[in-house]
T-cell receptor, first 113, second 112 residues
Framework: KAGVTQTPRYLIKTRGQQVTLSCSPISGHRSVSWYQQTPGQGLQFLFEYFSETQRNKGNFPGRFSGRQFSNSRSEMNVSTLELGDSALYLC????????????FGQGTRLTVV | GESVGLHLPTLSVQEGDNSIINCAYSNSASDYFIWYKQESGKGPQFIIDIRSNMDKRQGQRVTVLLNKTVKHLSLQIAATQPGDSAVYFCAENPGDFQKLVFGTGTRLLVSP
């Protein structure tokens, strides 16, 4: 069974631009969560989607948004990029909507210059 | 607020030793916990999980212990191997659907 796939793996953007990251969950998984990982803040929860509905959102500004499609694939968007948005963005998928194993993708390394 | 902390940022062991990585959590309502291993350049890899109705769970060479009284979690790795070198994170599910709150991580260094 294929794992969680995130694209692209690496991205370099300029301040003020916007970016869209993609995540394809494990087949059959309906929950997709996004996390930001930085050396200073560690792994922080961004948001979670289940059956195309955002179930939960972390403490991030409105520049961070996401969506989920009917095939469970998810995208996250960051608008008006700031230098501090440079991070590893990780996607995790789960079979159910509460308290089950979450499996992560390799992440997208975003660098904002 | 929610926080999951680790006592030791770096743990150095010899190959063949048993390793113990500790984690403290703050939300007494959390009922599900996961340990992850993250190697350089990769996403976190699921190791083992435990629910709050259990005190101990064993996997292949790994054991997770949960002490709800003091809100403490530990990961024991038996016969540690160089391939176990990585950063280990504990994560707590505070009941917000699939949201996980992660600890700061412990770097495990295994010397041959």
């Amino acid at each position: 069974k294929a794992g969680v796939t995130q694209t692209p793996r690496y991205l370099i953007k300029t301040r003020g631009q916007q970016v869209t990251l993609s995540c394809s969950p494990i087949s059959g998984h309906r929950s997709v969560s996004w996390y930001q990982q930085t050396p200073g803040q560690g792994l922080q929860f961004l948001f979670e989607y289940f059956s195309e509905t955002q179930r939960n959102k972390g403490n991030f500004p409105g520049r961070f948004s996401g969506r989920q499609f009917s095939n469970s694939r998810s995208e996250m968007n960051v608008s008006t990029l700031e230098l501090g948005d440079s991070a590893l963005y990780l996607c995790a998928s789960s079979f159910r909507d509460l308290g089950t194993e979450a499996f992560f993708g390799q992440g997208t390394r975003l660098t904002v210059v | 607020g929610e926080s999951v902390g680790l006592h030791l940022p770096t743990l150095s062991v010899q190959e063949g030793d048993n390793s113990i990585i500790n984690c403290a959590y703050s939300n007494s309502a959390s009922d599900y916990f996961i340990w992850y291993k993250q190697e350089s350049g990769k996403g976190p890899q699921f190791i083992i999980d435990i629910r709050s109705n259990m005190d101990k769970r064993q996997g292949q060479r790994v054991t997770v212990l949960l002490n709800k009284t003091v809100k403490h979690l530990s990961l024991q790795i038996a016969a540690t191997q160089p391939g176990d070198s990585a950063v280990y994170f504990c994560a707590e599910n505070p009941g917000d659907f699939q949201k996980l709150v992660f600890g700061t991580g412990t770097r495990l260094l295994v010397s041959p």
